[in-house]
């Protein structure tokens, strides 16, 4: 889901789908036309471009939708101490975002997203339905780098199809066309529900590995930590003086195992530590 401020309303676009599947190319291209089946919608397309990119591209949606748009990616003329300057617009439609910045040369990368609609601040009211393209390498939404166009009739994207001056990396992803079509009408509050389902399910299975972490931890530190010591040493005490009659050569062996378990102990506590630092971290 991605919300941006328009004047005094917001873009809510694409949620979540826990379905959704990824066609991706590996190879760069300079050109694709890709279309899904009729149960199938496109919820996302993600392109990526070397400098001197200028990529049109073609949307095609519900009964005869048609929508073109294009992404441009070009070497401005200020230099910022020794570092050269980017300068990318984005269209869909009418509508066009510009933004100029300090350009390191790394691959640029924007979305498509599979709808789009403005509504009022507070979620309550339904201004627009429509399709949005962001600036992802600009923070897309976050820094407010983004093309809008409403339109009359927002149907499910079936297809795409693009060309470009450059070999661009295009990733698709496509999910249950009768999900996007619901998402389409959902309201702010709809969208929330669904981060929120997504959310217990992941504290559930965050729980779950706690759980089990905590019992290990119980199991092998707490309840049979001494027993597990003095099996170790009789175990490697037998190997040690079994194999040789050479005492001080069973000794050093012996030891050899012990130095190897207090090391074994050490590693395993610092990989505990991390695990239990990770797994609140992600609370």
């Given at each position: 889901?991605?919300?941006?401020?328009?004047?005094?309303?917001?873009?809510?676009?694409?949620?979540?789908?826990?379905?959704?599947?990824?066609?991706?190319?590996?190879?760069?291209?300079?050109?694709?036309?890709?279309?899904?089946?009729?149960?199938?919608?496109?919820?996302?397309?993600?392109?990526?471009?070397?400098?001197?990119?200028?990529?049109?591209?073609?949307?095609?949606?519900?009964?005869?939708?048609?929508?073109?748009?294009?992404?441009?990616?070009?070497?401005?003329?200020?230099?910022?101490?020794?570092?050269?300057?980017?300068?990318?617009?984005?269209?869909?439609?009418?509508?066009?975002?510009?933004?100029?910045?300090?350009?390191?040369?790394?691959?640029?990368?924007?979305?498509?997203?599979?709808?789009?609609?403005?509504?009022?601040?507070?979620?309550?009211t339904l201004v627009s339905?429509?399709?949005?393209?962001?600036?992802?390498?600009?923070?897309?939404?976050?820094?407010?780098?983004?093309?809008?166009?409403?339109?009359?009739?927002?149907?499910?994207?079936?297809?795409?199809?693009?060309?470009?001056?450059?070999?661009?990396?295009?990733?698709?992803?496509?999910?249950?066309?009768?999900?996007?079509?619901?998402?389409?009408?959902?309201?702010?509050?709809?969208?929330?529900?669904?981060?929120?389902?997504?959310?217990?399910?992941?504290?559930?299975?965050?729980?779950?590995?706690?759980?089990?972490?905590?019992?290990?931890?119980?199991f092998i530190f707490i309840?049979?930590?001494?027993?597990?010591?003095?099996?170790?040493?009789?175990?490697?005490?037998?190997?040690?003086?079994?194999?040789?009659?050479?005492?001080?050569?069973?000794?050093?062996?012996?030891?050899?195992?012990?130095?190897?378990?207090?090391?074994?102990?050490?590693?395993?506590?610092?990989?505990?530590?991390?695990?239990?630092?990770?797994?609140?971290?992600?609370?």
């Amino acid at each position: 889901m991605i919300i941006a401020p328009v004047h005094a309303n917001q873009i809510i676009t694409t949620g979540y789908f826990p379905d959704a599947e990824t066609a991706f190319t590996d190879n760069a291209l300079t050109s694709l036309t890709y279309t899904v089946n009729s149960s199938q919608a496109i919820a996302l397309v993600q392109f990526q471009a070397p400098k001197g990119t200028v990529l049109n591209y073609t949307i095609y949606y519900g009964s005869g939708g048609i929508l073109t748009g294009s992404i441009s990616y070009v070497a401005g003329n200020v230099d910022f101490y020794g570092y050269g300057q980017g300068v990318t617009t984005i269209t869909i439609g009418s509508n066009s975002s510009t933004r100029s910045f300090v350009d390191t040369g790394l691959l640029k990368k924007w979305e498509i997203v599979g709808y789009a609609r403005e509504q009022t601040d507070d979620g309550k009211t339904l201004v627009s339905s429509g399709f949005a393209i962001t600036d992802v390498s600009a923070g897309g939404f976050q820094t407010g780098f983004m093309a809008y166009e409403p339109v009359s009739s927002v149907q499910p994207i079936e297809g795409i199809s693009f060309t470009s001056t450059k070999p661009v990396w295009v990733d698709i992803g496509t999910s249950n066309r009768e999900e996007i079509q619901k998402g389409i009408s959902k309201t702010a509050i709809d969208e929330m529900n669904e981060w929120l389902t997504l959310i217990l399910n992941i504290g559930g299975t965050i729980y779950e590995y706690a759980t089990g972490l905590l019992y290990l931890i119980q199991f092998i530190f707490i309840e049979n930590f001494w027993l597990m010591v003095s099996l170790y040493i009789a175990l490697t005490a037998a190997i040690s003086f079994g194999q040789t009659r050479d005492v001080f050569k069973a000794i050093r062996k012996f030891i050899g195992y012990q130095k190897a378990f207090i090391e074994f102990l050490i590693t395993l506590y610092n990989a505990l530590i991390d695990a239990i630092t990770k797994m609140l971290s992600a609370l």
